[in-house]
DNA sequence: TCAAAAGTGTTGACCCTACACCCATGG
DNA sequence: CCATGGGTGTAGGGTCAACACTTTTGA
């Protein structure tokens, strides 16, 4: 009785679609696989999936992105939610979420099968229905976001050079960046630590391993610190 | 039979809710009513109501503005999708939008007729369900935008003094702005042009009146300026 | 010994901030 | 004539961007 006006209103199918994002080889990439179903089956897709009525929302999105990595420790935030029309066949709202994973933790012997791969975000081929403006979007809003977050810490693993962090950087906002200012601010925020091995696989001369400081990494997040580049 | 896949999944209501602002006595404010139906019937709530199969989000948000306010000429932006299980008695995801409106040209009819009001954000009263989170959110995303684009204008009517721009200004960052700094960095933008009346409502000596240019301003909209302050 | 990547400081330009007094006018 | 809000400029500090050479070491 209480619910007698949320009577005879239209229901929907509400997806989400998650924009899965690790770091290699320099580039970001995103998972992104075939689509198993039709409409459009066999076109590359975003992974996704269907809320269930007893979940909610950034839960259905870490299910969605435990199901397609096999990874559960990410960084998840909402894009927004995509409600045109003809968006695709029925009538489907997607809420967007996009997740930053250590890419090193991908369970590869999901990307048979599921058929899905790890695309350069430079060279993603055309997706099924709005999936490409979703994408432009999240990029967007992580640039945003990495503008004021040392975010990018997700996407690495415990420790990690400073050419990678940069290299990182470089690929989020698609333009290179001093190596010198880089370091001077990184260094400055005093997030960092310097650890004693080097990696000595992509030079003859190595490079100096560090990792963050949790505690005032977190700290910096509350206080929303305003870290440009 | 393309939409095989689709069955069997469960559906939502999809509600907006709308954060419609307007700037009146130095001070944002937000419409917000009393709520006329149950659960929770005769607590303040946000503008809200159910999308209709045929027409996407943002338009729903549209027709909700229209509907409470009288208004059409708005500034309308995704806030996000807010989908906990608890969140209404019903399941009920709500596609939240904020609106910027000329509160001049609100329709006063519609308050009586809704039991609605406008409330300085600085006193807005317990909200029902995550209505209050949601204007959090919106807050914190106006001051995002309004630090990148010259946003504000939305609020004003075609033609508004210099103290009244800072005002509102004032009132999104909920801080201070010192009126030096202020002017030099608008009128150095070069958007604003200067009239000749002044207003005179406000004190003995009177302030010019501006309107922004239309063009320059699309046109650092698209740049996607940054306007800090 | 040389190629290839890592590491390291300084300077000038610009921008942001802080700050105080005169002006115009209605009452 | 005076109280009230409107209007105006400058100087110092800090931040950002540009820039080139030395170091290390595996091949």
Redesign the pocket.
């Known amino acids: 009785m209480t619910a007698s006006f949320y009577l005879n209103k239209d229901t929907f199918l509400v997806a989400v679609d998650c924009i899965i994002m690790g770091f290699r080889d320099n580039d970001l990439h995103i998972l992104i696989a075939r689509r198993p179903f039709e409409p459009l089956k066999g076109g590359w897709s975003l992974m996704g999936g269907f809320v269930n009525a007893q979940e909610n929302i950034q839960e259905s999105a870490k299910r969605v992105v435990g199901e397609y990595t096999g990874i559960n420790d990410i960084y998840l935030e909402q894009v927004g939610a995509y409600g045109e029309i003809d968006r695709d066949v029925e009538r489907v709202i997607s809420v967007v979420y996009y997740a930053l994973v250590d890419i090193e933790k991908f369970d590869t012997s999901l990307a048979e099968k599921y058929d899905a791969r790890w695309i350069r975000i430079t060279q993603l081929p055309e997706l099924v229905f709005d999936h490409n403006k979703m994408v432009r979007d999240t990029i967007k809003l992580l640039q945003q976001r990495a503008s004021v977050k040392p975010i990018g810490f997700n996407l690495l693993g415990d420790q990690f050079?400073?050419?990678t962090l940069q290299s990182l950087y470089e690929s989020i906002y698609q333009e290179p960046i001093?190596?010198?200012?880089f370091?001077?601010?990184l260094l400055t925020m005093d997030i960092l630590e310097k650890l004693e091995e080097?990696d000595?696989n992509?030079?003859?001369?190595?490079?100096?391993y560090y990792k963050y400081n949790k505690e005032k990494y977190d700290q910096l997040i509350q206080q929303g610190l305003h870290f440009?580049?």
């Open positions: 050079t400073l050419p001093d190596k010198r200012n370091r001077k601010k080097k000595k992509t030079s003859k001369k190595g490079a100096f440009s580049l």
